[in-house]
């Protein structure tokens, strides 16, 4: 059983369309970090969420922190093939120990 | 460029033939972590490193050993590969979590291995 909750598991849209991904737990965590992955490569970090209610922007990414510092969310506005990727959320616990969801599989057709 | 590197990105080996992943980071960071990703099981912690010369457990240890004899190194040693170890593997560095945002895990490129 995943400690971090993805959803959904697979997303395709068109070009400039809107996307969510939804993060979800029943534990606390001290940050949350969202990463994205492309095949052939390694994780990388796209942001680290630490305060309760926290909304961070990076250019068309919107992150969110759950209040309660169980769940997170990624909002990307008008969407581009670039953007395609495997979305991880890891959620990091008091001994610095990283709990990765099982990720969410975004394809942003042309 | 400050990066994790791991050696060899393809391995395609026999059952039983004792087997070392190479892990080495340039960033000087203290935490250093193994990880397996299967598909729909996402990422899974092997072991993990908070310094040299300690190591503990991760999610899945069973199979896998690893050592930290210097800070920049992490090697990931299969004993005995089996097939259910068929993989792939990334190894990856932190810096001590201080509560920054600007915290985050470096990852390694990858090793695919299939024990056959």
């Known amino acids: 059983t995943q400690l971090l909750e993805q959803s959904p598991q697979f997303l395709s849209i068109q070009e400039g369309e809107n996307l969510t991904v939804y993060c979800n737990s029943s534990?606390?965590?001290?940050?949350l970090q969202w990463y994205r992955q492309e095949p052939g490569e390694g994780p990388v970090l796209l942001v680290t969420?630490?305060?309760?209610?926290e909304v961070k922007k990076l250019k068309r990414l919107t992150f969110q922190f759950g209040d309660a510092r169980k769940d997170s969310s990624l909002h990307i506005t008008a969407a581009q093939p670039g953007d395609t990727g495997l979305y991880l959320c890891?959620?990091?616990?008091?001994?610095?120990?990283?709990?990765f969801g099982a990720g969410t599989t975004v394809t942003v057709r042309a | 460029e400050a990066q994790v590197t791991q050696n060899p990105r393809y391995l395609i080996t026999v059952t039983g033939k004792k087997l070392t992943v190479t892990c080495s980071q340039n960033m000087n960071h203290e935490y250093m972590s193994w990880y397996r990703q299967d598909p729909g099981l996402g990422l899974r912690q092997i072991y993990y490193s908070m310094n040299v010369e300690v190591t503990d457990k991760g999610d899945v240890p069973e199979g896998y050993k690893v050592s930290r004899k210097e800070k920049r190194n992490f090697p990931l040693i299969l004993e005995s590969p089996s097939p259910n170890q068929t993989s792939l593997y990334f190894c990856a560095s932190s810096s001590v979590f201080t509560g920054g945002e600007d915290y985050g895990y470096t990852f390694g490129s990858g090793t695919r291995l299939t024990v056959v």
């Open positions: 890891a959620g990091v616990d008091n001994d610095y120990k990283l709990s």
């Open positions: 534990s606390v965590f001290s940050s």
């Open positions: 969420v630490v305060t309760g209610g």
